[in-house]
T-cell receptor
Framework: GQNIDQPTEMTATEGAIVQINCTYQ??????LFWYQQHAGEAPTFLSY????GLEEKGRFSSFLSRSKGYSYLLLKELQMKDSASYLC????????????FGQGTELSVKP | EPEVTQTPSHQVTQMGQEVILRCVPI?????FYWYRQILGQKVEFLVS????????KSEIFDDQFSVERPDGSNFTLKIRSTKLEDSAMYFC???????????FGDGTRLSIL
């Protein structure tokens, strides 16, 4: 089966750096996605990691360790608009490509 | 940038009634998905669709649910006899090929009374 774990909520200060962790257990691995979801809105794509290491994209970076079943999303220079839920998701390509989502980490950025 | 569009944005229906949620995926995409998100809970996979047939469905997607691609552009989700527990946000998503990020529509908020 598949299982994805993330912390339920985190709080950070504007201008700071925050790291949101995700651990996964899947039968087979085809990469890991991070999505951002503001309240009442659709998930929007942030990053995709399929190989070990760090992928940097502006203020956001994502890291993957396949041997540890672990990923994190790093947000730098936090802004108030970064307050949102951050979703870790794993695709299952031999099951139609469906995404299995973690429960999401609700990030609150305080002034 | 092309988008996945969903209509209606909000649907209020009496329990037991049928609802049809509509989606227009991005035009050159080949794989289509429906997900739902009950308020305060995680996004859950319902069904995937490729080459005019269902490729995978979850336990949630029982006989009350069906999907259709009636005209080559729309992708619909039908719930035949709605229940209170069907109240949720329903998201449509599509991709052109495997290992690409899924693009989500803005969702339909379904409220069952």
């Amino acid at each position: 089966g598949q299982n994805i774990d993330q912390p339920t909520e985190m709080t950070a200060t504007e201008g700071a750096i925050v790291q949101i962790n995700c651990t996964y257990q899947t039968s087979g691995f085809n990469g890991l996605f991070w999505y951002q979801q503001h309240a009442g809105e659709a998930p929007t794509f942030l990053s995709y990691n399929v190989l070990d290491g760090l992928e940097e994209k502006g203020r956001f970076s994502s890291f993957l360790s396949r041997s540890k079943g672990y990923s994190y999303l790093l947000l730098k220079e936090l802004q108030m608009k970064d307050s949102a839920s951050y979703l870790c998701a794993v695709p299952i390509y031999n099951q139609g490509g469906k995404l299995i989502f973690g429960q999401g980490t609700e990030l609150s950025v305080k002034p | 940038e092309p988008e996945v569009t969903q209509t209606p944005s909000h649907q209020v229906t009496q329990m037991g009634q049928e609802v049809i949620l509509r989606c227009v995926p991005i035009s050159n995409h080949l794989y289509f998905y429906w997900y739902r998100q009950i308020l305060g809970q995680k996004v859950e996979f319902l069904v995937s669709f490729y080459n005019n047939e269902i490729s995978e469905k979850s336990e949630i997607f029982d006989d009350q649910f069906s999907v259709e691609r009636p005209d080559g552009s729309n992708f619909t989700l039908k719930i035949r006899s709605t229940k209170l527990e069907d109240s949720a946000m329903y998201f449509c998503a599509s991709i052109e090929q495997a290992n690409q990020p899924q693009h989500f529509g803005d969702g339909t908020r379904l409220s069952i009374l």
